[in-house]
């Protein structure tokens, strides 16, 4: 008799894990599944997806966009729009990514547009992907977001969407997976301008886990502003300094911010260059 109920206990906690999958599916992928060379892959893999190979079916998913032939403008909002078509499905989902390879990581800052049927992930790393009242449709399905393009130093940038085409079946075989991505440039003018053109100033080491060090000479008096943000816009270090001296040096601790690209600003009597670091 105990073995009875071992078994049966047993039984309920496999039915709830596999419940509780797909629900969370069909209320959102989990992040790192649109194709990025930083993801896991997509939703056609092993103990997912996986009846059909990715882009095999008889649909079609597709990503557009209003940033211009010539590039995005670093802190500028476009609108990210996507579409999943299959004829005779009625039930579909998606997750997008932004990544930037000169970075190695996601950049961008989304911004949810309609919160019904999209949100962004919990799970992290400004994956934007679809909920559950976002999946219902007759043969095709569209979902919208907009996103701010990173600060200037982040390079091209590479939008991966992965789409699912569902049969509805209430577990993940039969479904058909789809894959695309586009690639976008960092638009003319907006180049970094190295602080140590800009000042006499040395801005060392770029590669660190400890100290950012800033040393500069020959300075006039007057304000000095410096910035540094990550490749998002998210500021981690905000510095004004009266000059009185024509020389200036301060170290910057980061050992305890997050892994990756930051950029930093220089301002100083009308002038103003920047500096790509990372912290490892």
Not at 241 to 262: C, D, H, M, R
Request: net charge negative.
């Amino acid at each position: 008799m105990k073995k009875s109920y071992l078994l049966y206990a047993f039984g309920l906690i496999l039915l709830t894990a596999f419940l509780n999958e797909v629900t969370s599916s069909s209320s959102g992928a989990p992040s790192g599944r649109t194709g990025s060379p930083i993801d896991i892959g997509t939703c056609a893999a092993t103990g997912c997806h996986n009846s059909f190979g990715l882009n095999t079916g008889n649909g079609t998913l597709s990503l557009t966009t209003n940033i211009p032939a010539t590039g995005y403008v670093p802190g500028t909002t476009y609108t990210i729009n996507i579409n999943l078509t299959e004829v005779g499905i009625t039930r579909f989902g998606f997750e997008a990514s932004s990544y930037s390879p000169d970075a190695n990581a996601n950049v961008g800052a989304p911004t949810i547009l309609n919160s019904t049927e999209t949100k962004i992930n919990p799970g992290g790393g400004n994956y934007v992907t679809h909920t559950s009242a976002g999946i219902s449709a007759n043969d095709t399905k569209d979902w919208s977001f907009d996103w701010t393009a990173p600060n200037p130093g982040a390079g091209e940038v590479i939008f991966f969407v992965s789409g699912n085409a569902s049969n509805a079946n209430g577990n993940p075989s039969g479904d058909n997976i789809y894959n695309v991505s586009d690639t976008v440039i960092q638009g003319p003018g907006v180049a970094i301008d190295p602080i140590r053109e800009i000042f006499h100033a040395k801005v060392f080491p770029t590669l660190t886990d400890e100290f950012v060090f800033v040393e500069m000479e020959n300075l006039e008096h007057g304000t000095l502003d410096i910035r540094i943000t990550n490749l998002n816009g998210q500021q981690q270090f905000d510095l004004h300094q009266e000059i009185n001296s024509q020389l200036f040096s301060t170290q910057i601790p980061v050992n305890n911010w997050a892994k990756g690209v930051y950029i930093m600003t220089l301002s100083h009597q009308g002038k103003t260059g920047f500096e790509k670091f990372i912290v490892r």
